[in-house]
């Protein structure tokens, strides 16, 4: 193996690992606010594809500039779905959010395919077939133009999480619900703005995976299962770990592909989830109970 494919390699890794932050930050946020599992966050990976598909197809924006289309339209179904769905729910049953979340997936999957077939789509940009050179290799404009995005919304979330004031109620009301309450905050309002912002880093992940690679209507399951491991891996509630585990998944599929073929991609990705979690059951930056 030359140091050629090894660099390619570990940036295709970093690339793919940070569509899989926007994934895993999200559905991290979601937990860590409302304390509950969704597993129809794929879903909105999905719709988020879709949108940026519709805008860009039918309204012949920019696909980048249908990225913000897809997460203002998603970011509004988001908070639907929670007001719907799952704010009746807090605070019971969990087999009860397990079960709303896996009926989503179906309705939401079913929609999709009455919508647009589940024939694939693409998103062609301008950048199609341009490429930045790097010294000994060169990296696709959509893939760097991809991290670019990424590190701008994780910039943005940053602000917002610490900055304003509806950041500082999420925070808050994931270290206490009660306390927060006491304190004037309105946690349902909390909850919806949490789901919303979760949701728009979905629709971020999914219109970026649909630039890069292709999108249909069951494109969602695989990529929500790498979230929760990513999540589980980072530590549960903890952004920072999103981050560092979604990097070292991508980082992990792309490397045993190339040592030990396609077959291994998955496997030797949750193989890394299963080494740490041994060393370290809550995670990278879990906190212990």
């Known amino acids: 193996?030359?140091?050629?494919?090894?660099?390619?390699?570990?940036?295709?890794?970093?690339?793919?690992?940070?569509?899989?932050?926007?994934?895993?930050?999200?559905?991290?946020?979601?937990?860590?606010?409302?304390k509950i599992v969704n597993f129809a966050h794929g879903q909105l990976l999905m719709l988020g594809a879709y949108m940026c598909y519709w805008a860009w197809f039918m309204l012949g924006v920019n696909p980048y500039f249908a990225v913000l289309i897809s997460m203002a339209i998603v970011s509004?179904?988001?908070?639907?779905?929670?007001?719907?769905?799952?704010?009746?729910?807090v605070g019971t049953s969990k087999l009860n959010e397990i079960f709303v979340s896996l009926g989503l997936i179906y309705i939401f999957d079913y929609t999709a395919v009455m919508l647009w077939t589940d024939k694939p789509r693409n998103i062609v940009t301008p950048f199609e077939?341009?490429?930045?050179?790097?010294?000994?290799?060169?990296?696709?404009?959509?893939?760097?133009?991809?991290?670019?995005?990424?590190?701008?919304?994780?910039?943005?979330?940053?602000i917002i999480l610490t900055k304003?004031?509806?950041?500082?109620?999420?925070?808050?009301?994931?270290?206490?619900?009660?306390?927060?309450?006491?304190?004037?905050?309105?946690?349902?309002?909390?909850?919806?703005?949490?789901?919303?912002?979760?949701s728009a880093?979905?629709?971020?992940?999914?219109?970026?995976?649909?630039?890069?690679?292709?999108?249909?209507?069951?494109?969602?399951?695989l990529p929500a299962i790498k979230a929760f491991a990513i999540i589980i891996l980072g530590g549960l509630g903890s952004i920072k770990g999103a981050i560092v585990g979604g990097l070292l998944y991508g980082i992990a599929e792309n490397t045993a592909t190339l040592f030990l073929g396609g077959i291994w991609?998955?496997?030797?990705?949750?193989?890394?989830?299963?080494?740490v979690l041994i060393v370290k059951p809550t995670g990278l930056f879990g906190e212990g109970r």
């Not at 140091?3 to 940036?11: F, G, K, M, R």
């Not at 030797?268 to 080494?275: G, T």
């Open 129 to 158: 077939y341009s490429t930045l050179s790097l010294g000994i290799v060169a990296i696709s404009f959509d893939w760097l133009i991809a991290i670019i995005v990424v590190s701008t919304i994780l910039v943005f979330m940053f």
């Open 201 to 221: 880093l979905a629709a971020a992940a999914g219109s970026l995976f649909g630039i890069v690679f292709s999108l249909d209507p069951y494109m969602g399951s």
């Open 76 to 89: 509004v179904i988001g908070a639907a779905v929670e007001r719907l769905c799952f704010s009746p729910i």
């Open 265 to 275: 991609r998955h496997a030797v990705a949750f193989a890394v989830l299963i080494a």
């Open 1 to 34: 193996m030359d140091a050629v494919t090894l660099s390619l390699t570990l940036l295709w890794g970093v690339a793919i690992g940070c569509i899989y932050i926007l994934m895993a930050t999200g559905l991290n946020l979601i937990f860590g606010v409302m």
């Open 164 to 198: 304003t004031k509806i950041g500082r109620a999420m925070r808050a009301t994931s270290q206490n619900r009660e306390a927060a309450m006491m304190m004037g905050i309105n946690v349902k309002k909390v909850y919806t703005a949490s789901f919303s912002l979760g």
